[in-house]
């Protein structure tokens, strides 16, 4: 009597081994494989759907209250909003003994601009509202953030008097951050909410209050105008007083670079538009 041959799991016999090709039981995880590349790809060109997107610009105005204070509080200059700088710098030309705010808040007008060169032609080269193109443009923003924290967490400090001083310590901060910051401003252009900037208030104080609908019940518009500067004050509150508590600039560059990256995350999950 013969017995099927046995490879410890069991009878195996000849058409059995002929319906069960290793290749065959290969297929689908291949097929599968493939599948999840082809959607995974699909998922990051695919268009971020704007709606709703002003959501994540309005958040941004809390991270530039919390860096824009945490860099008066520290240098003495902006990092994000370039009016206040504009004007410091021109200060300094006119007096230039005076401080060194001046020097500060040149470097940082100087790399906003060329920030904004480089995320604007970042946006237009491979498509505005891509949702590869949102999560990396934040997620450069995220590192150039982080390692201005490191800078200031495990680099030598300035001086005593740090808004004084304009060594490396606190000038390559200062510039690292206002290349980011200009990011949020070309994210607001791609997403065609040209309004928030992040950046800038005086036109949203203008708008809000040159609004003839601004009592109105629905009024989009006008609520997006009230919350920025809300979000922006909160974020400069909580980040002067951050700055001012053990927790130091560094603690607060490194809250604004943890927001950043959650705000990656948001785009990569945000819903896509349809054909």
């Known amino acids: 009597m013969a017995f099927p041959s046995s490879n410890g799991y069991g009878a195996i016999n000849g058409s059995a081994r002929s319906a069960g090709d290793p290749r065959d039981e290969e297929q689908p995880l291949l097929g599968g494989s493939r599948s999840l590349k082809s959607g995974w790809r699909k998922n990051m060109t695919s268009q ?11 958040s941004c105005y809390f991270v530039t209250g919390l860096l824009d204070s945490a860099s008066i509080s520290t240098w003495g200059s902006f990092v994000s909003m370039q009016t ?93 951050i206002a290349f980011q910051s200009c990011g949020q401003a070309i994210a607001s252009r ?13 036109s949203i104080y203008c708008d809000l209050f040159a609004d003839v609908n601004m009592l109105a019940a629905q009024n989009v518009e006008r609520n997006r105008r009230v919350a920025a500067p809300l979000l922006l004050l909160v974020g400069a509150i909580i980040g002067g007083v951050l700055a001012h508590s053990w927790v130091g600039c560094a603690g607060v560059l490194w809250v604004a670079a943890a927001l950043k990256f959650v705000i990656v995350i948001a785009w990569f999950l945000w819903p896509a538009e349809t054909d």
């Open 190 to 202: 791609a997403l065609k909410h040209n309004a928030l900037t992040s950046v800038v208030l005086t």
């Open 48 to 58: 971020i759907k704007r709606d709703w997107s002003d959501l994540i610009l309005l």
């Open 84 to 176: 206040g700088n504009t004007v410091y710098f021109g200060l300094g030309i006119a007096a230039p003994h005076e401080s060194t705010r001046w020097i500060k808040s040149g470097v940082s007008l100087g790399l906003f601009c060329l920030g904004s060169v480089f995320f604007s032609w970042f946006h237009r080269r491979f498509s505005p509202k891509r949702r590869w193109v949102l999560c990396t443009s934040f997620l450069i923003q995220t590192i150039l953030v982080v390692v201005a924290a490191l800078i200031l967490t495990y680099g030598p400090k300035s001086s005593s008097d740090p808004i004084a001083a304009f060594g490396w310590q606190a000038l390559v901060p200062i510039a690292l």
